[in-house]
């Protein structure tokens, strides 16, 4: 069941690439307005992540046969699942900053695509569990070329969470000193985490 659900993944992100594709060569009015980047990456990690699950059953399934009990390491699965809903905020805060920095969609498209690659490489961005997300933010935005105001971004609570604690890299421990200027107006959805 695990194979043919890789295998539906993959033709859904070929789908998804074709439809970005079709989508970038129409122009703009018949365009659906949808962020195929962010579809397809999502996607790929869900077929990432179903490979991974295969492979390990099938690790298990091997030692079974050997008259071996499978062994469960409840603290790493524990520390994986935390990686995974850490780079999905992270994926998410990251999107919305390309969003208010982007005014081309095609632009965020592509960017969007390029970030979910790095949050994925861990060659790229490392070990991500310990460090500040504002930090990991700012350095994909760096690598992606853009200086995005983080005054838009310092009243979420997870920038005020750096900020009070001075957590080192965050761009929001020097924002948190009186002379940083007024916050400027919240972009658009940055009430959700």
């Not at 579809?39 to 690790?59: M, P």
């Not at 030692?63 to 995974?84: F, I, K, S």
Request: aromatic residues 4%.
């Amino acid at each position: 069941m695990l194979t043919r659900l890789a295998e539906i993944g993959l033709e859904i992100a070929a789908a998804v690439e074709r439809r970005a594709t079709a989508e970038a060569s129409t122009p703009g009015d018949a365009a659906s307005g949808c962020d195929w980047g962010l579809v397809y990456a999502r996607i790929a990690r869900a077929v990432h992540l179903t490979i991974a699950l295969q492979s390990k059953l099938l690790k298990d399934v091997i030692a079974l046969d050997e008259g071996r009990v499978p062994t469960v390491d409840a603290e790493a699965e524990a520390r994986r699942a935390r990686t995974d809903a850490r780079i999905d905020r992270i994926g998410r805060i990251a999107h919305r900053v390309l969003e208010a920095e982007c005014d081309d969609e095609d632009a965020v498209e592509r960017l969007s695509s390029t970030l979910w690659e790095r949050l994925e490489d861990e060659d790229i961005c490392g070990d991500l569990s310990d460090r500040p997300i504002g930090e990991i933010v700012a350095l994909i935005c760096k690598d992606l070329g853009l200086d995005p105001d983080w005054r838009l971004w310092a009243h979420e609570a997870w920038a005020v969470e750096e900020a009070e604690a001075g957590a080192p890299g965050s761009p929001f421990v020097d924002r948190a000193a009186p002379d940083a200027g007024p916050p400027m107006a919240f972009p658009p959805h940055a009430a959700s985490p």
